[in-house]
């Protein structure tokens, strides 16, 4: 899970900041059901509602070692990527739920 500029792309990216972290599984876990996602880790939790959502997208750096989705919320000056090691499972869920993401072919 990484805390990111709203506006961060792939190619824009920076070095996680001063406070800053970069995690994913085991060490942050993703919940998807038609109510809400949520993403916790040892470093904080976020929980992303129909009401809150603005995008999540697809956020991929380098394929396979680092492939995510990028979660923007309404009430959350940062975005929240969760880096996944099996985004087609990810993908799959959030389909499965109805979730709009963008990129997700």
Do not use: C
């Amino acid at each position: 899970m990484a805390f990111v500029d709203r506006a961060a792309t792939p190619q824009r990216l920076e070095p996680a900041p001063a406070g800053g972290w970069y995690v994913t599984w085991p060490f942050a876990r993703l919940r998807v059901d038609a109510h809400g996602v949520e993403i916790a880790s040892m470093f904080g939790d976020v929980t992303v509602t129909r009401d809150n959502l603005v995008s999540i997208s697809r956020f991929r750096r380098v394929p396979v070692l680092s492939d995510g989705f990028k979660f923007v919320v309404a009430d959350r000056d940062d975005a929240v990527v969760f880096w996944a090691l099996n985004p087609s499972t990810v993908l799959r869920r959030l389909r499965e739920h109805h979730w709009p993401v963008r990129g997700d072919a």
